[in-house]
Structure formats: structure tokens, C-alpha cells
């Protein structure tokens, strides 16, 4: 059978009667535990012993050659058996138990009494406990006998029991009565407690007749629970007193009523009781002793006339018989009786003459003489109830009823008699009967033969019952089990004994036999690395000390059954093993460390964790095992690849010397040897030490817990993909780096990992502090712990709320290249992708503690809330929790994740906020979106437009000249209102929209610019002087006027289109520059230069200068200026200042010339000239500019070898000659 198999068995014998339990769950049934009887735990503490037998010696056994249990698989099957068996038991008892449990369930449905029961054994079991917690013995429930007194109704059971003066308070109240269904009462039985004993006092109804003897009337019902009451009153005695239930029987007789019965009556009344006796005698299986109690003797006409006159101590004396011991037979106990009444008579016979003698009165003497009849002829009544209860025709007279004893009895004093005699009489001739009080109120209450009844006799021999003969018979069978196993657990002593002492033995000669091997090796070839050579001295070190086994795991008094001898020899062959670990292992490990200590980076991780290896080995105090063997397994494998039973007997031995040496407290208790050998790496140990504790070490137990946390986290978060594929539409990034979060700063590396190590910091600090030489030991006090914790959390707490604010700045909205980008980034953060939602949600998650993440559990989008106006959301905080909701979140606040997030959150509280009050329709996020919402259509609007470009310039236009609020203005204000990053979010979103519309109007509007200005420039002036020096052609005074004139092209362009762009309010973009080209707003300047030149209001297009003559060279002696037909002559000596306009629209020809005559008879005059209406500007670019003044400036002309001087006074601010008027001036087709 395989492994699975048996599993599969074990679980289906298990189930089995668990689902049938589950199927009959719908009965309730109270299933009840095994009691743990003696067998039982024997049983179970064999199964316990085989168990372990299994696992402890199984390797040991053999049975021949074979070896059935050598294997873990074989044990492992045996196991599984020995489970299977016990649960086989255990199913078995468990389906017994529920086919009784329904059977016992069905019967309780049809229990008529099963309110009566249940009280009944709720008294019952709270007088018990109530008796237990009196007596404060183990044993309470046998420290007295236990009797029960039965009897008819009325026989006078509690009166006698009450008139002893034997009842004990017990501290509960009785409950005489309880209610039926039918609302009836129906008396329950008593217990009464006693310095003697136990007395159990059931009411006469338990024992009523049957239905077959009595009419079938009303108190049927009574009759069968009484019944009912009495088999349960018998099964509780069987459970509480298993030993011995009861210790016996006390039967009352009234006397009345059984002197009223006729021969075959009194025969019946005997076998009822006959029967209800053996039936419990039965029951308790043992012969319980009956004693006959005669009440009501008081009826009795004549009674007062003898007992009341006696002593009181007679009249507490017993008045009865008790029957010898060993009497059985007929003959025997009725001579003892026959002696007894003849005494009792006797004793009347003597009274007689002197009652009759001294009572005068006739009534006295007759009642006295009636008693004494009347008792004459009670024996026959009496012998004939015992004769009745003894006589049983089916029983061994061993098994029938032991009477004890008659007893005669008066408790209360009823003030009534009865004469027998003539009662009968009169009943037989149907006379009237009467009864005649006789007692005073004051006597009715005094008690007759009572007093030592029960102290003396009834409870005088308690042990007569004996013993239940079914609890005996168990307890023999428990003796002979016991005797059983104590000789089998003898013969396996004495065999463990002897397995062990072999065992001992054996060990000794190996040890003996590996020193010696020992002893004979010399020194090692030293040519393997890392401690290999010395691994046969160590080899067969160890198992001389390891012949015994480790005495350290082994108890030297019970191991082996204490002939463990291991701690004596093993302890001194340890001695030379840990000597040669300490002296020539370790300090071989040690000297590999120390080349790669001294050859690791300067102040590096890697020379730290070397470090703290040399630290461990050296010194017990701080040592880390696991860790240190973890180091050196790697190194093993290294130097050793494919040796792995060199590798595992290096382990091995490390791994001692690690337990149980301690070079360091060696070294302190100045052990020569050890301080020699640790010599060699003090220095390097010293100065690595030195050199890592320059670094804080909070600060380097934190860098590392972040290394540790790289490579056990998942991989960065990239905030790209969380916040999804809307990203690159919405954000652009100042530093890509920062789009990655470690692992290490979310929630997920908080909870996962930093929570988790904060235990472990304690430890990490305080360990490398002791590798360090800080500290000389790792325990640390409460509020070194505590300050350890606080500095590595502040640190992680900062980093983490930099990191993310960090990522968060990092992001911003993207320009957009047009309006239909605008638009569909809109859409993206309006929509299902909501990159801005998303990355204050993320933020949120990872800032936000637990608590308000429960509580916020249910929060909306934004943009679904925002559709849904009108309708009424609460928030968050108005939510109203239950007690387990609120219970749940204090337990939770108490958790380091929660308080840790609470810290990071503070910074955010404004972001995190956001999302809180996602679904309020007041709140800055339905703000936002709102306005956003209000972007998103314009720009809609915009783009559906026929002409979107113009759709966009008058926008723009109405913006900027009417200061209109358009929704992009709007968003721009309302960020001012939004806390960050949402409210940089809507300015950035607002500023590159309104850039992208006003992008669209400028593409309209340089299209018009082109159409409109550029194109005719560029025609009909652009190549032609003067804004082209060099050419040959000029511009048309009227084209100039046109173009450069008061509401002339470009100037009417400039009012209508330009001016707003330029001039107006939203003229600069957001960082200060204009939205038009610098190269236009130049060229506007020297058009408005050249207009406010060349045009006045007065005279329109023209120029007025004045000009005369400052030196001519001696060489000439006449100077001729001729500027548009305007003469300026000039001779030496002569000179005037002359007052020129231009254009002169009085002139006959366009020419401008300077003439100069020479100073020589016969020279001929020379001339330079230009003829065109431009023909004075190129005259005075022949010129040379001199002496510029603030209103004036010199022009000097070279023609034939003289030069003549003119000084020119014209307006500093419209000089129309200034340079680079016209020829700088150009414009461009873009306008932005």
C-alpha cells in the first residue's frame, strides 16, 4: 500500500462519521465524551509508547535480516497505521455514540416528563455541588453512606426524617413542588444531609400503583412520571456513587393503614415494595439492607395513656428489633421477633395492674386495655409484612431481601385514635365510625423512639450493602491489567538495561580506539586552502567525542536508563577537539578573511560583511551561526567544487566551534594560547573598525536595509503604467529617473518588508554596532530600542515623503502642439483613462493610512459624481459605522503599518484630501473637473468650427480686448484655489490650451499677414531702394505712402489684428515672452519710426530739414546743392542756412546734384548726382557722415579733389537721414 493510499483510507474513515454527524445535525444531539476510564488511558498511553517506539528504536529492530522499520518511508507507513488504527477506533466510537444519541433524541420527542426530569436532575445535581463544595474532600461523594426511606403517601417519611433532629442546612432550597403543563403540582423528592449520612427522600407518588391496579382517573399522568422520576433518581445514584449507590433502604409503614388492610391487600402492599426493592438492588448490583420503620403509632387508642407518662430518655430510646446478622430462614428471625413482642408485652403485663388501678377514670382503663390488645394483635400484622417482603419464590435466598430490622415510631401527634377492634367491627356492620381527639395543641409536636433510631441503628452498619458487584468486578479487571503491564514494563526495563549498557560499552572502546589514531598523526602537509588540512585530525577527534553522542542533549541521570556515560568521558575527549578547533581551525579561516578584509573597497558593504564574520568567529557574545555558515558554505563551495564531503565535514566542524567556542572570553581570562593565535588580525580588525565607523551607523544599517530591501522587493513601480495608458497624452517629465518609485517607498515595500524588518532593526543596528567595537554587547535596554527604531523610521519617513513628492512634481502637462492634442488630452482626463484621478488616487494609496482608505472605500470618481448633478452624496465623514466597524478600525489604528502611514500622510493631507472628497460636489476635484469640462467643450467648439482658425482668433481677439472670462481663463483662476498637484495641473492644462488656441489664431492671422502685407512688400518694395541699398529701382512714393502711411496697409493690419497680440493683457505667454515673433515687433517699431519720419497730420508724406553750407576746400570756390529742385549755392565766405522739404511737389524734375566749380580760371565745373525721387537719399549715401550732434550732424562730399561741408539740422527723433532706416526694415511670414 503507498503512502498516498493510506492517506487517502486515513481521511475517508475520518470523514465518514463526520458526515453522517453533519446529516443528523438538524436532531441536536448532545454528544457526549468517552469517560476516561483506567483501560482507556492504559490503551492510549500504549498507542503513545508504540508511536514513539516507531521513530526510537524502529531503526534497531530486526527480525532476522530484515530490518522492517530502517527507512524513514518505512516509519513513515508504520505511522500512518498506528493513525489509522486510532481514528478506525475513534470513528467507530463516534458513529456509536450518534446512533445513540438518535435513538436517545427520538425518545426525547416522545418524553411526556421531560420538564419534570430536567428539573429533577437540576435539583439534584445543585445539592450535589453544593455538598461537594461543603465537605472540600476529593472524595465527598462516599465520606457518608447514602440511605433512601420509601414509603406510601402519608406513611410519615419527612416527619420521622425531620423529628430526628439530624438534618444539616445545606444552603439550598428545596423544592417541595413543581409545575406540570397542566399547571398541577406534582412534589419532587428530598435530600437531607445528616452528621451520619445521606438521606434521600423521594415522595410517595414515585411509588404509586400501577394502572392496572387503580382506576384510570386523573392522576394516571401522576402515577407514570413518578415512575419515570424514580428510574432517573436511580441512574444519577449510578453515576454519582458507581462504588456503592446506596448503603440502604428505610421502608415506612403506617400502622393505620396497614391494620385497615385485609390479608390479600397487605399481601400486594408487600410485593409492590418487594419488587421496587430488588428492582433497585438489581440495579446497584449489590444486597441492600431494608429496615421497617412502623409509623404513626400514636393512633393507636391507649397510647397516650402509657408513653407520654415515661421518662424522656425512654422515650428516646429505639423501640424495635434488630435482626441478627445472619439471619436468613423464616424460623430464625420470626423467633427473634416472637422474643421481642413477648419483652414488649411483658412490659405491659407489668404496668397494667397499676394503671388500672390508679386511672379512675373508665375511658383511660379501657383505652389502655384496647392498646395493649391492639398491639397483641399488631404481631401477626408485622410478621405477615415480613414474611411478604422475604418471600420471593425466584430469587436465592442469598439474592432476597435482607430486612434488618422493625421499628416502631410516633413523629407527630395527629389529635386522633383509632380502635381497631371496634373500627372493624363497625365497618363490617356499617356503623358510624368515630375518631376522638385525645392529644393538647402543645404535645403535637414531640417525637417518639426516634432520637437514637437513626444514629444507633439505621446508620450503624453503612458497609452492610457492599460494594456494586459490577464496579468490583472492573476494578479486578483493572488490578490484573495493571499487574500485566507492570510485568511486561519489568521485562523492558530490565532488556533497556542491558541495550544500553552494550551500548555504553561499545562507545568506550571507540573512544579509546579514536584517540589513539589521534595521537599517532603528525602535523598536516599545509598545502590545502580554508582548513581542509586538518580535517582527518579533526575527523577523528570528533568521533571520539562524539562515541557517546552529545552529552549536552542528554540528561546524565535518565539517558540510556542512567548508565549514560557520556558525560564524563565525552566531556574530556571535547576538551582536546575544541583546543585544536580554537587553535588551528579557526585561526585558518581567519587568515582567508583577513587577505579579503584587507583587499575589499575602503569603507564598502562588502568589508563590513567580512567584518562582521571575523567578529562572529572570534567572539560568542554577538554571534550569528546561521549567518556566519551561510559566508563560509560559499566560500567552501568555491574552493572545493565537486568535493561536497569535504564541504559538509568543514560545515560540520565549523558548526561546533561555533556552539562552544569562545575565543574572545578565552583572550579575557588571559589564556596564553588563544591570545597568540588571535595576534595576527588584531590590527586589520582595528583598523576596518576604524575606518566603517565613519559613517553614522544609523545611516549604514539603513543603506543596507535599503540594498536588502532592492533585491528581496519586486521590481520599481513605474508610475507610467499605474497611472495608464492615458500617460504620455497628459504628462510630460522633467527627470525620467524619477518616474520609477523602489519598491521600498510604497505601501506594498511598507508592509511587506519595512514593518516586517522592524524587529529585525533592533538586532541589525545593535550587531553592527558590536562588530564595530561601539558596544561591547548587543543586549540593549527598552529605550535603547526604542531610539534605535526611531532614527531608522525618521530616515525611511523622510525618504519615503521625498520620494513622492518628488515623483509627483516631477510631473507636469505636457505643451500641446494643437488645438485637436488639447482637445484629446481633455478627453483623456475627463474620461475612463483620468491620468490626474489616477495619480492622486496612487498617491493616495501609498500615502493614505489603512483607516481612511476603509473609510473611503466607496468614493466615486470624480467625473461620474460631477455627471450626476443635482443629486445629493454624502461624504465619507458622515457615514455612519456600527460597533464592529468601529471596533475594527481601533484595532487597526493600533497596527506600525497605520501609525507609519499616518506620519507619511501628514505632508500629503491636502493631496490625499482630494481624494477623500471625491464625490463632493463643493470640492476642489469637482471643481476642477468642472471647469476642465467647461475647457473641453470650447475647445470642441473650436475645432468643429467652419474656420476653426478664426473660430480661435476671436476668442482670442474678445479676451484680449474685452477681457473676457472665458473657461481657460477661468481654470487659470480657479487653480490659484487648488492645492497641489491638482491646482498646478488645471493652470498647466488652462495655460497650454489657451497657448494651442492661441497658436490656431496666429496661423490664421499670419495667413492674413502674408496675404495682406507680406506679399505686397516683398512685391513692390522689398528689392527696391531704398530698402535695397544696392538697387537699381526704386520704390513709388505712392506705394510708400500706401504701405508705411497713417491707416496704410500696415498700419490698418497692425490696429485690427496685431495691436491686441501685442499690446493687450494676455499679449505674454506664461514665461514673459510675446506671442508674436521678436523679428515683427522690430520690424512694427521701425515702420512706426518711418511713419512718425515721413508723415504728419499736417502735410502728410514728407520731410522738412534745414541745411547750410560749413566749408568748402580752397581748391573750389563755388558750391551748388541742388536737392529735388531746391538750390543751395555757396561761395567761400557766403554762407546761409536754407530751409528744404521732400518730396517738392513744386519741383519740374526729380533731380538731385552737387555741383563744384574750381577755384582756376577755365576749370570746369564737376558734379555728382541721382536723378528718381529716392535721387536725394542716394545723394547723401555718396556722403560721409561727420560731427553728429543731438539735432544736427555734418556731411561732407569729395567730388574732384574738394570737399564740401553742409551741416544738416533736422529733429533728433525723426531723422529721416538716421542709417539703416529702410535697409534694416524687412518682414517675415510667420507672425509667431
Not at 381527639?437 to 452498619?461: C, H, M, P, T
Not at 555734418?1194 to 579733389?1201: G, I, L, S
Not at 527723433?1213 to 526694415?1225: E, I, K, R, V
Request: charged share 20%; glycine share 6%.
Amino acid at each position: 500500500m503507498t503512502i498516498l493510499s493510506l492517506i487517502s483510507t486515513v481521511v475517508s474513515n475520518v470523514l465518514t462519521p463526520i458526515r453522517y454527524i453533519r446529516n443528523l445535525t438538524r436532531f441536536r444531539l448532545p454528544f457526549s465524551l468517552p469517560r476516561l476510564s483506567f483501560s482507556l488511558v492504559v490503551l492510549w498511553i500504549l498507542w503513545i509508547i508504540g508511536l514513539f517506539s516507531i521513530w526510537w528504536w524502529g531503526p534497531l529492530w530486526h527480525i532476522g535480516d530484515l530490518a522492517p522499520l530502517s527507512t524513514p518511508s518505512r516509519r513513515v507507513v508504520a505511522t500512518l497505521l498506528m493513525l489509522l488504527l486510532a481514528l478506525s477506533v475513534v470513528s467507530i466510537y463516534l458513529y456509536t455514540q450518534v446512533a445513540k444519541s438518535v435513538v436517545g433524541a427520538v425518545q426525547d420527542k416522545n418524553e411526556p416528563y421531560k420538564n419534570s426530569l430536567e428539573q429533577q436532575k437540576e435539583y439534584l445535581n445543585g445539592w450535589l455541588a453544593h455538598y461537594q463544595q461543603r465537605s472540600h474532600r476529593r472524595n465527598a461523594m462516599y465520606e457518608r453512606p447514602w440511605y433512601i426511606v420509601l414509603g406510601q403517601s402519608l406513611s410519615g417519611k419527612t416527619s420521622l426524617i425531620q423529628k430526628s433532629n439530624q438534618i444539616i442546612p445545606i444552603g439550598i432550597a428545596d423544592k417541595q413542588y413543581v409545575a406540570n403543563k397542566d399547571r398541577s403540582a406534582f412534589k419532587m423528592l428530598q435530600l437531607w444531609l445528616t452528621q451520619q449520612a445521606v438521606i434521600i427522600d423521594p415522595p410517595g407518588e414515585f411509588f404509586s400503583p400501577t394502572d392496572e391496579e387503580t382506576e384510570k382517573d386523573e392522576s394516571e399522568a401522576d402515577i407514570s412520571r413518578g415512575r419515570a422520576l424514580h428510574l432517573h433518581l436511580q441512574d444519577w445514584l449510578m453515576e454519582v456513587r458507581q462504588r456503592q449507590p446506596l448503603n440502604g433502604v428505610i421502608l415506612t409503614v403506617n400502622i393505620q393503614e396497614i391494620m385497615e388492610m385485609t390479608s390479600e391487600g397487605r399481601r400486594e402492599w408487600s410485593q409492590r415494595w418487594q419488587t421496587h426493592i430488588l428492582e433497585m438492588s438489581d440495579r446497584f448490583a449489590c444486597r441492600i439492607p431494608v429496615y421497617l420503620v412502623f409509623t404513626k403509632l400514636d393512633v393507636l387508642t391507649g397510647f397516650e395513656t402509657i408513653y407520654p407518662l415515661l421518662e424522656r430518655s425512654l422515650l428516646d430510646e429505639t423501640l424495635g428489633i434488630t435482626f441478627a446478622a445472619n439471619t436468613e430462614s423464616d424460623e430464625e428471625w420470626r423467633g427473634e421477633l416472637s422474643k421481642f413482642w413477648s419483652e414488649w408485652q411483658e412490659n405491659f403485663n407489668e404496668l397494667m395492674p397499676e394503671h388500672m388501678v390508679h386511672r379512675t377514670s373508665l375511658d383511660l382503663r379501657s383505652a389502655l386495655f384496647n392498646f395493649v390488645g391492639q398491639i397483641a394483635g399488631l404481631r401477626s400484622v408485622v410478621e405477615e409484612v415480613i414474611s411478604g417482603l422475604k418471600r420471593h419464590y425466584n430469587r436465592d435466598p442469598g439474592r432476597q431481601m435482607l430486612i434488618r430490622g422493625c421499628y416502631f415510631t410516633s413523629s407527630l401527634q395527629q389529635n386522633r385514635r383509632s380502635d381497631f377492634f371496634s373500627d372493624t367491627i363497625c365497618r363490617h356492620y356499617k356503623l358510624y365510625v368515630s375518631n376522638k381527639n385525645v392529644w393538647a395543641n402543645n404535645d403535637n409536636q414531640r417525637g417518639y423512639f426516634i432520637q437514637k433510631l437513626f444514629n444507633q441503628v439505621l446508620f450503624s452498619e453503612p458497609n452492610l450493602a457492599g460494594e456494586n458487584y459490577e464496579h468490583v468486578r472492573v476494578r479486578r479487571h483493572n488490578l490484573t491489567l495493571i499487574a500485566v503491564i507492570s510485568g511486561g514494563f519489568a521485562v523492558l526495563l530490565l532488556s533497556g538495561w542491558y541495550y544500553y549498557y552494550l551500548q555504553n560499552y561499545h562507545a568506550g572502546e571507540m573512544a579509546l580506539r579514536k584517540v589513539s589514531e589521534f595521537q599517532r598523526l603528525g602535523e598536516p602537509a599545509h598545502n590545502q586552502p580554508l582548513g581542509a588540512d586538518w580535517l582527518p585530525h579533526m575527523n577523528i577527534i570528533r568521533d571520539a567525542t562524539m562515541s557517546y553522542g552529545d552529552y549536552r542533549e542528554k540528561n546524565q541521570f535518565l539517558s540510556d536508563m542512567g548508565l549514560y556515560q557520556g558525560a564524563k568521558i565525552g566531556q574530556l575527549v571535547e576538551k582536546t577537539y575544541l583546543r585544536l578547533l580554537e587553535s588551528r581551525f579557526l585561526p585558518v579561516l581567519m587568515k582567508d578573511l583577513q587577505q579579503h578584509l584587507d583587499g575589499a573597497p575602503a569603507n564598502s558593504e562588502e568589508k563590513l560583511a567580512i567584518l562582521r564574520i571575523m567578529r562572529m568567529i572570534d567572539d560568542k557574545s554577538g554571534r550569528n551561526i546561521p549567518l556566519v555558515e551561510e559566508y563560509m558554505r560559499a566560500r567552501w563551495q568555491t574552493a572545493f567544487t565537486g568535493q561536497r564531503d569535504v564541504q559538509e565535514r568543514l560545515m560540520m566542524h565549523l558548526d561546533y566551534a561555533l556552539q562552544h567556542t569562545d575565543w574572545a572570553l578565552d583572550r579575557s581570562r588571559s589564556d596564553a594560547e588563544a591570545i597568540k593565535s588571535y595576534e595576527p588580525f588584531s590590527a586589520s580588525i582595528r583598523a576596518a573598525q576604524i575606518e566603517l565607523s565613519k559613517l553614522p551607523l544609523y545611516q549604514r544599517v539603513y543603506q543596507n536595509l535599503v540594498i536588502k530591501a532592492k533585491e528581496q522587493l519586486p521590481q520599481d513601480m513605474d508610475l507610467r503604467t499605474e497611472i495608464g495608458a492615458q500617460f504620455d497624452s497628459v504628462f510630460v517629465f522633467d527627470n525620467e529617473a524619477l518616474l520609477k518609485v523602489p519598491q521600498f517607498w510604497t505601501r506594498y515595500g511598507l508592509s511587506h518588508f519595512f514593518v516586517k524588518q522592524t524587529d529585525k532593526l533592533v538586532s541589525i543596528t545593535a550587531l553592527d554596532a558590536w562588530v564595530l567595537g561601539l558596544t561591547d554587547n548587543v543586549d540593549y535596554s527598552d529605550a535603547d530600542k526604542a531610539e534605535i527604531e526611531r532614527q531608522i523610521t525618521d530616515r525611511y519617513v523622510g525618504d519615503y515623503t521625498s520620494t513622492w513628492r518628488n515623483a509627483v512634481n516631477n510631473l507636469s502637462i505636457k505643451p500641446f502642439d494643437d488645438v485637436e492634442q488639447a482637445s484629446a488630452a481633455l478627453d483623456a482626463v475627463l474620461n475612463n483613462g483620468q491620468p490626474l484621478w489616477r495619480t492622486l488616487v496612487l498617491l493616495g494609496d501609498n500615502t493614505q493610512p489603512h483607516l481612511v482608505t476603509a473609510l473611503s472605500s466607496d468614493v466615486k470618481t470624480p467625473v461620474v459624481v460631477a455627471a450626476k448633478q443635482g443629486k445629493n452624496q454624502k461624504t465619507v465623514a458622515d457615514k455612519v459605522l456600527n460597533s464592529a466597524q468601529k471596533e475594527s478600525l481601533e484595532q487597526l489604528a493600533e497596527q506600525p503599518e497605520y501609525v507609519l502611514l499616518s506620519r507619511i500622510g501628514r505632508p500629503f493631507s491636502e493631496q490625499n484630501a482630494l481624494v477623500e472628497s471625491g464625490d463632493d460636489q463643493n470640492g476642489q476635484v469637482q471643481q476642477a473637473y468642472k471647469a476642465l469640462n467647461d475647457m473641453s467643450n470650447e475647445l470642441h467648439r473650436i475645432s468643429n468650427a467652419p474656420e476653426p482658425g478664426k473660430a480661435a482668433l476671436l476668442l482670442v481677439q474678445m479676451r484680449l480686448q474685452q477681457n473676457n472670462a472665458d473657461a481657460f481663463f477661468t481654470a487659470q483662476q480657479l487653480s490659484k484655489n487648488l492645492s497641489d498637484p491638482l491646482g498646478r495641473w488645471v493652470e498647466q492644462l488652462a495655460d497650454n490650451s489657451w497657448k494651442a488656441v492661441t497658436a490656431l489664431a496666429l496661423q490664421s492671422l499670419e495667413a492674413e499677414w502674408s496675404k495682406t502685407v507680406v506679399t505686397p512688400f516683398m512685391n513692390q518694395m522689398a528689392d527696391r531702394y531704398p530698402f535695397n541699398p544696392e538697387a537699381s529701382k526704386e520704390v513709388a512714393l505712392s506705394d510708400m505712402e500706401r504701405f508705411f502711411g497713417p491707416n496704410g496697409t500696415l498700419d490698418s493690419f497692425y490696429k485690427n489684428n496685431l495691436k491686441v497680440f501685442i499690446d493687450g493683457n494676455g499679449s505674454l505667454d506664461s514665461e514673459g515672452n510675446s506671442l508674436i515673433r521678436p523679428e515683427i515687433l522690430t520690424a512694427l517699431e521701425q515702420a512706426e519710426k518711418i511713419r512718425s519720419t515721413f508723415f504728419t497730420a499736417q502735410n502728410g508724406f514728407g520731410i522738412q530739414f534745414a541745411i547750410s553750407p560749413v566749408d568748402l576746400s580752397a581748391n573750389k570756390r563755388r558750391a551748388v546743392l541742388n536737392l529735388d529742385g531746391q538750390l543751395v549755392d555757396y561761395t567761400q565766405g557766403n554762407s546761409h542756412t536754407a530751409h528744404l522739404v521732400w518730396p517738392n511737389t513744386m519741383r519740374a524734375g526729380n533731380e538731385s546734384k552737387l555741383t563744384l566749380v574750381p577755384d582756376v580760371s577755365g576749370g570746369s565745373p564737376r558734379s555728382v548726382g541721382y536723378v528718381g525721387p529716392w535721387a536725394m537719399f542716394r545723394l547723401w549715401d555718396k556722403g560721409e557722415l561727420t560731427n553728429i550732434q543731438d539735432n544736427s550732424f555734418d556731411m561732407r562730399f569729395a567730388v574732384d579733389n574738394g570737399t564740401m561741408i553742409y551741416r544738416v539740422y533736422v529733429d533728433e527723433s525723426n531723422n529721416p537721414f538716421a542709417g539703416g532706416l529702410f535697409s534694416q526694415f524687412t518682414l517675415t511670414d510667420q507672425l509667431y
